[in-house]
């Protein structure tokens, strides 16, 4: 069965005592509150061995917000999988709209990073989503489909039920504009049925299907409600205990 999640991706944001500041307060209302969703939080790397350390693994896991497409070797500021793995990291996002469009990684470099979390059994979040222009153009289920294919096809099918995918229209990404739950769930269910269709139904049952883009405490309730969407990836409203344990609550 799939798992309700609610992550959070602080992106480049907090200092080091800031975030140890947020990490020991959401642990201390995760530990209080007892969530039925999963939580977790994705810091700056710098800081991933640290929150690993002050957080309670049984109510918040800390995951990476990249990894490398290499194995190992000469590839300066990089992070790998295995040296994720070696300091107990067991998730990491990869695809994200901000990487593709600033980084310039395509869906090649992402099915690469896929591989390289699988090979060290570390959960990949990978993150899908049109940009504006390609909804105007009604694009977005083309666009959705060919960037989950080009990441999954070349994985071995064993992995694929270890799979989460993150749902992030790109015009929704801190732009306080968030897509409506109608919208949302149309396109998580056609993920699924793409998934269904591709790889069978064991991995569209398995795969959590999270949305994400300005996600808040006022509309996460409604959006996690829909059928298919099992949870959210969070930015801005993650840096806030008060908001971020208000989205986790929205999964009773
Ligand atoms: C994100 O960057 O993954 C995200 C969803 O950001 P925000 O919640 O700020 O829109």
């Known amino acids: 069965m799939r798992n309700n999640i609610v992550a959070g991706n602080w992106k480049m944001n907090l200092t080091f005592e800031q975030a140890l500041q947020l990490a020991n307060d959401l642990n201390a209302w995760a530990t209080e509150n007892k ?3 999963k939580v977790i939080i994705a810091p700056t790397s710098i800081y991933l061995q640290a929150i690993q350390e002050i957080v309670d693994g049984d109510f918040v896991q800390v995951a990476s917000q990249d990894v490398s497409n290499s194995e190992k070797g000469a ?3 990089d992070i790998s999988a ?3 793995d070696s300091i107990g990291i067991n998730c990491a996002i ?3 709209s901000e990487r593709r469009e600033y980084q310039q990684e395509t869906d090649a470099i992402i099915a690469q990073k896929l591989e390289q979390l699988f090979n060290k059994d570390i959960t990949p979040i ?3 989503g049109e940009k504006l222009e390609e909804r105007q153009a009604e694009k977005h289920f083309d666009v959705v489909k060919s960037q989950i294919l080009n990441a999954l096809n070349p994985q071995k ?4 039920t270890k799979l989460v995918i993150a749902y992030e229209p790109v015009w929704a990404i801190g732009t306080g504009v968030t897509a409506s739950p109608e919208q949302a769930q149309e396109i998580h269910a056609f993920i699924r049925s793409v ?3 591709t790889y069978g139904s064991e991995v569209a049952e398995n795969t959590s299907i999270l949305y994400g883009g300005s996600v808040n405490p006022s509309n996460a309730e409604e959006l996690f409600s829909q059928k298919d969407i099992d949870g959210g990836l969070v930015g801005g409203a993650s840096l806030k205990v008060e908001d971020f344990s208000q989205i986790i609550a929205a999964f009773k």
Do not use: I
């Open 94 to 96: 990869v695809g994200h």
């Open 75 to 77: 590839y300066t500021g």
């Open 157 to 160: 099918a064993e992995n694929l």
């Open 35 to 37: 969530p039925t969703a």
């Open 195 to 197: 998934l269904n269709e």
């Open 82 to 84: 295995e040296q994720l």
């Open 126 to 128: 990978l993150c899908v």
